[in-house]
């Protein structure tokens, strides 16, 4: 089992940013990709970036390209979500989610991959 738990979120006027904090603990070595997943209330949960924590390849929906960046400290089993230029449309619970075995994939940004759920950490962009 893997253990996750987030940090970091609150509310921010568009244009602003954020840093998205994730804790990582239990049997991290099977974990073969990590990502954050975002819901807006009344929409199904969408993923937003994820990282293969072998060898850090990233991949980003198009809706945040350019503007959130995703990395991971290895030695303090932390990742992280870096946002900027944050527009109100980011508004939503964000969760931090991992995956045994399988890799990460380019063509692959569904919620539905992951195995391993935090309990999501809430952001707010106000116009």
């Known amino acids: 089992q893997v253990q996750l738990g987030e940090s970091g979120g609150g509310s921010v006027q568009a244009g602003g940013s954020l840093r998205l904090s994730c804790a990582a603990s239990?049997?991290?070595?099977?974990?073969?990709?990590m990502g954050w997943v975002r819901q807006a209330p009344g929409k199904e949960r969408e993923g937003v970036a994820t990282i293969d924590p072998r060898d850090d390849t990233t991949y980003y929906a198009d809706s945040v390209k350019g503007r959130f960046t995703i990395s991971e400290d290895n030695v303090k089993n932390t990742l992280y979500l870096q946002m900027s230029s944050l527009k109100p449309e980011d508004t939503g619970m964000y969760y931090c989610?991992?995956?045994?075995?399988?890799?990460?994939?380019?063509?692959?940004?569904?919620?539905?991959?992951?195995?391993?759920w935090g309990q999501g950490t809430q952001v707010t962009v106000s116009s």
């Open positions: 989610a991992a995956k045994a075995v399988y890799s990460c994939s380019s063509g692959d940004m569904s919620a539905a991959q992951f195995n391993y």
């Open positions: 239990g049997r991290t070595n099977n974990v073969a990709c």
